[in-house]
């Protein structure tokens, strides 16, 4: 087997910032010998072609208006001019779904990821409408947005696709047969998408379209048409929580994921225990729920907590990948059960019962990996000072006894074990750079890393 | 008339820290010569005589543990020992108001009053039951609190009733005749007030009184029975937001208002403009919502979003004072009315148009009078640099003209034309500490002081 490493091109490394998403704009250059206005981001080259706005200002950060209206930046966008714009109808606004694609509310039962959907289009309602106004000011602004969806049974994951396109165009554009009427009913606000997810990051850039004009109390669009071809260039786009060196209560996490899927971030890495605390009340082993605690005040994860966060993080098209770092951060395993360690209670150990030690493990994963749904499972695998099992009297009896040269080896069964038990649950294992720069290509197959030292 | 100033008995002022609330706190004095535990906080006098629990910890700040589960500590508490518990059924849990008194569901129409009663329950069963639970785990668990309210139509206002009575007990004190179906209908959850926001501060001290208990998944409260008689010390506890020197998004507001009702204080005292913005965008006068903005971005609040915030809070129990600081910090005001002001465009002045000036003043305050219900409209007064006057060419004039011998003439007209258009409306004028120190005796009559300099 081989190791699937995801390049810089797929992945988000932690504290390297010389793969940083932001990267598309630092290598942006433009040209002004075109009127109109297109932006097209692809490949690492950015062009910008823009016409009447970009001779109004000569600052470096205006000249990327209105492009920077949506962020990040889309792959693909064109837009009018400043002067043309239409209004929403704040009071009867709805998005609509396509009777052509997926998600008619007719289809019973729904999806999953139908349902999701759904659930954004009340969530953007509020948070695009908020100001209220008087009822007379948005009479003849448009009233419904299109929603056209492919898919109707997505699961989000790291292949999930979330691209989409955006149109929006004055109500002029449209058919001059038409009568008003069916002007308004035709909409002008059309998205389409190949899954539901896809359409929430359209619903996203839309969102961010919209700017309340206090002198007229409308919500506008300028800058019409706008036309955006858009589709993520990292398919991973995380960030890493820990609730392990601080407790997180769990509306500080609901917090954080709406805010990710405000960037189209993807991905919440939640490193959710290390040396410091153990913040999960486990099925298995109960006994996590007394020892294991932050602080003096009761600070823990149930199973239903969990359960909770991954779901509220997939309706806002988040997926959770799990952190469960061993063995080199693993002191607090040691409070709750004091034989699968060391004698100084600072990492996991074989020596004094290996089988307990590799059970327990084994069972914490796999409960876990029951309440995280993403495919992906991060096992950690830094910092591991294999010095902690040669100063141990009874790790270095177990390595005699079992003719364990070096206490790297040791190292290498953890990570193996947590690796194996993940692959074994039809899950992918990922891990930081160090299991790579110490056990290279001897590691499982379908291992994912993360960098997190620069020099790796 | 006589004036009428608020002693620091009645209201929190600014920047004075002798005459925190937390005053009670620091006079604490506390025995244990009694088994029994009675919290008595009453004219600064605090008598903590408690039992069981004191000996196991000689920490200071433990030994109010549990009086201090509930924040600001009560006027008068009492509990049971640590091992006394109840638990709530979190899936049936309802807050149920007791037909002997207002607010009766069958009462319609619903006064505003109670209307905001029943949406403080619906907050409160989320804010209390945060983390969801096997439906098993509270089958045997209360599952509800009863509410008696004496006053279906209180006003929230300086004079409304807040205290409140709250008696938790356990099943095993109901009557002994009673079946265990009787026991879990006549409930152990008890709170009475005089007005539903005397009712929503007994919610806010039962929602403290709850905890999640980790290992049984069951939320709980401990020490019962609990006997709380709680009313406020100051019936003015007030926080400044200043959205001048910097905006406030309407969300950052509806937090700080949520925040507040947490902490039981009552007043949002909003300081909506002075010198740096003008953020408000008047009917009288739309161009103050082209010339006021604090940056670059449309930063305003509209008449609808003023409506919003008053409703908002009041729903939380939280009054809301606006503050329009006359004639002091107005320079925001000369950038969109350059008529009403000096030739700096630094302060207000009758110079140039002193018909357009009053008038101005008088339909602003007029508008806002409109919209903040409440009872104490702030009209500042502080900081007045009457040198302004004295350097400006045409308000030198105008003082010649009119015989008036001193600049210290124009701040008094100032401060009188905004006190007296306040009191016209039927409203309560509140000034800062300034206007007692420059003009004592010689104000108009009914005004409340405020003092934010520790000299004054």
Chains 1, 2 share one sequence.
């Not at 706005?53 to 950060?61: H, I, L, T």
């Not at 988040?318 to 990492?347: F, L, N, Q, Y």
Request: charged content about 20%; some cysteine; hydrophobic content about 35%.
């Amino acid at each position: 087997t081989t190791n699937s490493i995801l390049t810089s091109n797929n992945i988000v490394f932690k504290k390297d910032p010389s793969t940083k998403e932001e990267d598309s704009i630092a290598t942006t250059t433009s040209s002004s010998s075109s009127s109109s206005n297109i932006l097209h981001d692809d490949d690492r080259d950015v062009r910008i072609k823009n016409g009447s706005n970009r001779s109004s200002s000569s600052s470096k950060n205006a000249s990327y208006y209105p492009y920077n209206m949506v962020w990040p930046l889309p792959q693909h966008a064109s837009f009018g001019t400043m002067d043309t714009s239409i209004c929403l109808d704040a009071s009867s606004f709805a998005f609509v779904i396509d009777e052509n694609g997926a998600c008619c509310r007719t289809a019973e039962p729904m999806s999953q990821s139908c349902s999701d959907l759904y659930e954004a289009f009340d969530r953007y309602k509020l948070l695009i409408f908020d100001h209220t106004v008087p009822s007379s000011s948005s009479n003849d602004c448009l009233s419904y947005a299109s929603i056209y969806v492919q898919h109707s049974n997505s699961k989000l994951d790291f292949d999930v696709d979330e691209s989409y396109s955006l149109t929006i165009a004055a109500s002029s554009s449209s058919s001059s047969t038409l009568s008003e009427h069916e002007k308004k009913k035709k909409g002008n606000i059309k998205i389409s998408a190949t899954t539901t997810y896809g359409a929430m990051r359209a619903i996203e850039s839309l969102s961010q379209l919209i700017r309340f004009q206090y002198t007229t109390k409308t919500f506008m669009i300028q800058h019409v048409p706008w036309h955006i071809h858009d589709k993520p260039r990292f398919v991973h786009r995380e960030l890493l929580i820990d609730s392990s060196r601080h407790f997180l209560p769990l509306s500080t996490i609901r917090s954080i994921i709406t805010s990710l899927s405000y960037a189209k971030m993807n991905v919440l890495h939640w490193h959710l225990v290390d040396d410091t605390s153990f913040p999960y009340c486990s099925e298995v082993y109960p006994q996590f729920c007394n020892m294991g605690e932050y602080s003096s005040s009761q600070e823990y994860y149930t199973r239903e907590d969990i359960v909770d966060i991954v779901a509220f993080a997939r309706k806002h098209g988040v997926r959770v990948m799990p952190e469960i770092d061993i063995p080199g951060h693993t002191s607090s395993w040691c409070r709750a059960i004091p034989d699968i360690c060391t004698a100084s209670k600072s990492i996991l150990s074989p020596a004094i019962n290996a089988t307990l030690t590799n059970q327990v493990v084994f069972n914490l994963l796999k409960e876990l990996s029951n309440l995280f749904t993403d495919s992906f499972f991060h096992l950690g695998g830094d910092e591991v000072q294999t010095v902690l099992w040669d100063e141990d009297i009874e790790t270095v009896k177990y390595m005699k006894l079992h003719n364990i040269s070096s206490s790297k080896d040791i190292y290498l069964d953890f990570v193996r074990l947590a690796h194996d038990t993940i692959l074994e649950l039809g899950k992918i294992p990922v891990g930081w750079g160090e299991i790579w720069t110490n056990f290279g290509s001897t590691l499982n197959g379908g291992v994912v890393l993360q960098k997190w030292l620069i020099q790796q």
